[in-house]
């Protein structure tokens, strides 16, 4: 698949590389040249560019920037992602004094202000759930069993890919509904996060119910 990467940081190496090692066809977009390069060239990619370039090379556009610059940047690129998937994978977090908090501006949540800037793209919540170290393993996987993804989505093309996405670099899709429930993603990213930063692990805290004896 043609993979645009908005943004030549953390995110951006850590997909780009699971993505470029699995085959895609990956094209890091940046605001500064060199960065996206040196990105490009680190993980493999097929090609860097300018933000414009990345948003119209990809059939499916990674959003890889900080979510207070988000809906702003997708706004200005909005004839580029037209009609494309767009992967929001950002955390609208701020530390406060009550902990880790949510800034969605108002809206039930990042995702869907994402949405409202550019209304002819396909915007997908995904991958925000990991930290991006999690991305360079190869593959993904826990106690022998592949990470699960999930991704909240409106269109059935756009989870066609972000399953691709998702199972070509060796992990499990979790789809779980529309972008209206993409507040929850962020939410609980929220939560894991600071579970995380005092030393919880919180994938310990939800055992299914297949897990206790009959
Ligand atoms: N890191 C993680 O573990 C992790 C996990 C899950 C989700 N996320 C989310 O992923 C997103 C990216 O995180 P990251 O860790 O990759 O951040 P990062 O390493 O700080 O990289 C941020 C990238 O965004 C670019 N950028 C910042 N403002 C921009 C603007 N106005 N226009 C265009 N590009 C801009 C930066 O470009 P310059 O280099 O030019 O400044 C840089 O390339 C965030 O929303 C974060 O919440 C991160």
């Avoid at 090609?47 to 990674?62: K, P």
């Avoid at 996987?141 to 989505?153: D, I, K, M, N, S």
């Avoid at 972008?179 to 995380?196: D, N, Q």
Wanted: net charge negative; hydrophobic share 45%.
């Amino acid at each position: 698949m043609r993979i645009g990467i908005l943004g030549t940081g953390g995110m951006a190496a850590a997909l780009g590389g699971a993505w470029s090692a699995a085959g895609h066809d990956v094209v890091i977009g940046g605001r500064n040249q060199g960065r996206a390069e040196q990105t490009a060239g680190r993980i493999g990619a097929a090609g860097h560019g300018s933000l414009a370039g990345a948003a119209a090379h990809g059939d499916a556009v990674l959003l890889a920037v900080p979510a207070a610059e988000a809906p702003h940047l997708v706004g200005g690129l909005a004839g580029k992602l037209s009609g494309r998937t767009v992967i929001d994978c950002t955390n609208p977090v701020v530390p406060t004094s009550d902990g880790l908090m949510l800034d969605t501006g108002g809206v039930t949540s990042l995702a869907r202000q994402l949405a409202a800037a550019v209304p002819d793209a396909h915007v997908v919540k995904a991958f925000n759930l990991c930290h991006a170290s999690i991305w360079t393993l190869r593959p993904p996987a826990f106690e022998g069993v592949p990470l699960a993804v999930p991704y909240c989505a409106d269109d059935a093309e756009a989870a066609a890919a972000t399953e691709t996405l998702i199972s070509s670099i060796g992990c499990t899709p979790a789809p779980c509904g529309g972008l209206a429930r993409a507040a929850y993603l962020e939410a609980t990213a929220a939560l894991a996060i600071g579970l995380w930063w005092a030393g919880q692990q919180p994938r310990t805290a939800f055992p299914s119910l297949a897990e206790t004896p009959v």
